[in-house]
């Protein structure tokens, strides 16, 4: 380790560690942040979760966009793996279908910076213990 | 450099650790190396999360999962539950008293909902052996807009500004204190931190250098900036071997990263920090000892003025504050006055952590701010008294503090409302008694104490104290008489009032206070001879209730002295001359059979 030598050196030492634990303060206050569950069930690791959930993660941090991604059981949509869910603040969540790398952008690009919705919804039949 | 996914906390604290955490970090390693997941989620081990009644805690993130008395055994069904499946262990997580419906995340527990953390704000969120951690909590950033925006003086108006008063239990504004080693002349100054916790039952400052030592190191060094001083020592007891071991690796990282030692941060300031040993004693906790027993002299006080701001350690001026007191520091200095002041009652500023303990269903490290009521500690934060039993009164302020009772439940707690209430804030020490704990050996307990723990260097305290505890004896062994009462007034009196230092001015404070407040326990004792609680055991005799005892035999099988005797099925009696008072039938029995008279 090089000594940390200035106020600057401090300073860039800072914003390159507090990337590590960002993950920790978001996860600290998730009401406030946008969401994302992965379902990483069998059938959603088989079909490609893990890699949709990395992309995601990468692609989230690359563009600058805070949000707690987290890995969930089976949704129960085994025919339409992967699936996430997605919940901005304030708004029902919903839940996306058939997720690879390109509809993962596309979500990015038009759902969670414009809010608007893009094709892929399954719609939600059932309710759950948390918002019944 | 590695990105994690998600992060396990575990609590490394050493109440924690004692339940094998440590144990528990290595089979979460184990289980996440299995499945090939130690590439993407880190485990930390972190300091106190202050819930040691449900001790070990397990939080993982982002999820916000808190998971309460976890065991080594867990692990792998959480590991492969709710790491793998995303489920969550419903029988892990913490069940509200009232409700008894389970909460997922400690934002929905009533033991955090009412506190504020700013000295704790990174115990049980950092890893506190990784300086990294804290640097990108802003540590040290306070240090480097003190070293190179502001000047001493600035810095001392701030934390003047900030109304931040002395955390050791005294009360005496820091930013004076800062000033007034400012303003002493010598070639050399001495940063002091006390972490001579002594208060029985007091373990926050252990926590804090335990959980974030580098909140400590970081004051410490602007201490030293504002001062003029280039040498830090903390005097820490050497029965805190986890805080120490954590404080040496981060005074080695402060080293190794630039932040301590010459020329910090490019500025010329020049700071290091040394550790010296304490042995234990309470007095140590006292100023002018505790520089006394830094020099290698004995642990003893000596009369202020001089104050240690004048001439203190190596004759030199130095400035002692508590371990508390630090870690406020960095954060005053990043948000400003301002906003510290506005926290808090008028004269007490900010917050307060106290160590609950006791007949309290949540024992464990709480940081409130200051203005709180006894009532929102012990019943919101608390959960209430243990057993659905009735609250009778806490003792704060630990040997030199005194008993609040019922009537002061809802009196805001700060510095001036405990004095008082006959009281004192001390170090934060809670402890909560029932009814059945008996004031007058409250009082002979604490006494006991300061007997074991004074210096015996003035007579007042080493002689008066011997004495209060021998009518206290002669009291509780039913042997008291009336005049007793006033003999222990006044003698507490004369000890208050010549007594050498804070210990002896203090120590007569329980017995005070209890006369105080619960002067019909002491008239019980020494008029009928009865004590109220069932607690004296030389003024109780067990006795069984004929019409109540079934003859079960569960008080005959456990006398541990063969005093019962009885037929099956029949009631049983115990023979008060082989009875040697040890209360094992009373707790046994089921149908409450077994009487205190």
């Known amino acids: 380790m090089n000594k940390i030598k200035s106020i600057f050196d ?35 690791i088989a079909s490609g979760a893990k890699d949709t959930m990395n992309y995601l993660i990468e692609e989230l941090d690359h563009q600058g966009i805070d949000a707690i991604v987290t890995q969930t059981g089976c949704m129960g949509y085994c025919y339409a793996e992967p699936t996430i869910e997605l919940t901005i603040p304030g708004q029902q969540p919903v839940v996306y279908g058939f997720v690879n790398k390109v509809k993962t952008l596309e979500i990015i690009e038009k759902h969670i910076k414009l809010n608007e919705m893009v094709d892929g919804i399954i719609p939600v039949a059932y309710s759950t213990i948390d918002n019944s | 450099m590695v990105e994690y996914n998600m992060h396990i906390l575990v609590c490394g604290g050493i109440g924690c650790k004692a339940s094998e955490s440590e144990h528990i970090k290595t089979n979460f390693a184990d289980r996440l190396n299995k499945y090939g997941l130690a590439d993407e989620i880190q485990v930390i081990s972190t300091g106190c999360f202050g819930f040691c009644e449900k001790g070990p805690i397990v939080k993982i993130l982002p999820d916000n999962t808190f998971y309460t008395r976890v065991t080594p055994d867990d692990v792998v069904e959480i590991v492969d539950e709710h790491i793998i499946k995303g489920r969550k262990l419903e029988r892990l997580l913490y069940k509200d008293l009232k409700t008894k419906e389970t909460v997922g995340d400690s934002k929905g527990m009533d033991f955090y909902k009412k506190q504020i953390r700013i000295a704790l704000r990174n115990c049980g969120f950092i890893d506190p052996e990784n300086i990294e951690e804290y640097i990108g909590r802003d540590g040290y950033a306070a240090l480097g807009t003190c070293l190179s925006e502001k000047t001493p003086e600035d810095v001392i108006r701030m934390i003047k500004d900030s109304g931040l008063r002395g955390r050791g239990g005294g009360g005496f504004p820091t930013g004076l204190k800062w000033e007034l080693t400012r303003k002493s002349v010598s070639d050399q100054k001495y940063v002091v931190c006390n972490a001579d916790e002594g208060d029985p039952g007091a373990f926050m400052d252990r926590s804090i250098l335990e959980g974030d030592p580098h909140s400590v190191l970081e004051a410490m060094a602007i201490c030293g900036y504002c ?3 280039a040498k830090g020592l903390v005097y820490i007891r050497a029965e805190y071997p986890l805080a120490i071991a954590r404080l040496k690796i981060a005074i080695n990282q402060a080293r190794e990263y630039g932040l301590l030692g010459d020329d910090i941060l490019g500025t010329g300031f020049n700071f290091d920090v040394e550790i010296r040993y304490g042995a234990g004693a309470f007095v140590c906790g006292e100023e002018t000892a505790l520089i006394h027993s830094m020099e290698g002299k004995r642990g003893e006080p000596t009369v202020k003025p001089p104050f240690p701001a004048e001439k203190g350690y190596n004759g030199k001026p130095t400035n002692v504050n508590n371990v508390e007191t630090f870690s406020n520091i960095p954060v005053i200095i990043n948000k400003g006055a301002a906003w510290f002041a506005s926290i808090g009652t008028e004269k007490s500023k900010g917050t307060k952590v106290f160590a609950l303990a006791g007949k309290i269903n949540n024992v464990g490290l709480i940081e409130v701010p200051m203005g709180i009521t006894l009532r929102e500690i012990i019943y919101d934060i608390g959960g209430g008294i243990k057993d659905g039993r009735e609250f009778k009164a806490v003792q704060t302020g630990g040997p030199s503090g005194g008993c609040l009772t019922k009537s002061f439940l809802d009196t805001p707690i700060d510095y001036d409302n405990l004095v008082a209430a006959g009281s004192m804030m001390g170090s934060g020490g809670m402890i909560v008694l029932d009814d059945s704990d008996c004031m007058v050996a409250i009082a002979k307990f604490y006494l006991e104490f300061t007997l074991d723990e ?144």
């Open chain 2, 454 to 597: 004074s210096c015996g260097k003035c007579t007042p305290c080493r002689i008066g104290n011997k004495r209060l505890h021998e009518i206290l004896e002669k009291i509780t062994n039913g042997n008291g008489e009336l005049e007793d009462l006033n003999r222990l007034r006044m003698l507490s009196n004369v000890i208050k009032d010549t007594s050498l230092c804070g210990l002896g001015q203090t120590s007569p404070n329980p017995v005070l206070s209890t006369l105080d407040n619960f002067y019909d326990e002491y008239l019980a004792h020494v008029t009928t001879h009865k004590c109220l609680a069932g607690q004296c055991k030389a003024l109780i005799h067990f006795k069984i209730d004929p019409e109540k005892c079934t003859g079960c035999t569960l008080c005959f099988r456990n006398c541990p002295v063969g005093a019962i005797s009885g037929e099956k099925r029949s009631a049983h009696y115990i023979d008060q001359a082989i009875c040697i008072k040890c209360g094992v039938c009373f707790e046994k029995c089921k149908f409450d059979a077994v009487l205190i008279a």
């Open chain 2, 227 to 229: 001062i003029g001083a």
């Open chain 1, 10 to 44: 401090l300073k860039k030492l800072q914003s390159e560690v507090q990337a590590k634990i960002k993950l920790r303060e978001n996860g600290d206050n998730p009401e406030d942040l946008i969401q994302i569950k992965v379902s990483l069930a069998t059938c959603g």
